[in-house]
């Protein structure tokens, strides 16, 4: 029996997940999807939202892509423009919707946020001392 195709590519075992495969726009849409059925967005709603994510990810791509100094903050740029985003997002709800709308990162439980937390906090103080 022959391997996966994605063995016979070369490929991660991750590939076989469809998540792996799909490009930006694909992304997007199955967020606003997402998003959509959850909040039970109007027509209105999924294209204001999906600008709104269009956006950010035209924001991260030119933090990704730009020259920044030394000692740039990426964590906290991209945290930024999440917050923004989300922040966005809550505008276009209505109130109903706002209190079904998580502004937790998806899957994120309050350990993994504690971790990130104090993991920050440890960064700020090196980059600190480093001064």
Do not use: C
Request: charged fraction near 25%; glycine fraction near 6%.
């Amino acid at each position: 029996m022959a391997p996966p195709a994605h063995v016979q590519a070369g490929l991660p075992s991750q590939a076989r997940d469809h998540r792996f495969q799909r490009t930006a726009a694909q992304r997007l849409e199955a967020d606003v999807r997402h998003l959509t059925t959850g909040l039970n967005l109007d027509s209105e709603q999924q294209e204001k939202i999906r600008r709104i994510l269009i956006d950010q990810h035209l924001q991260l791509l030119k933090l990704r892509t730009s020259a920044v100094p030394a000692g740039f903050d990426h964590t906290g740029a991209i945290m930024a423009i999440v917050a923004q985003t989300k922040e966005r997002i809550r505008g276009v709800l209505n109130v109903e919707q706002r209190t079904k709308y998580s502004t937790d990162t998806p899957g994120q439980t309050g350990a993994s946020r504690a971790d990130l937390e104090h993991w920050l906090e440890v960064r700020d103080k090196k980059n600190k001392g480093a001064s």
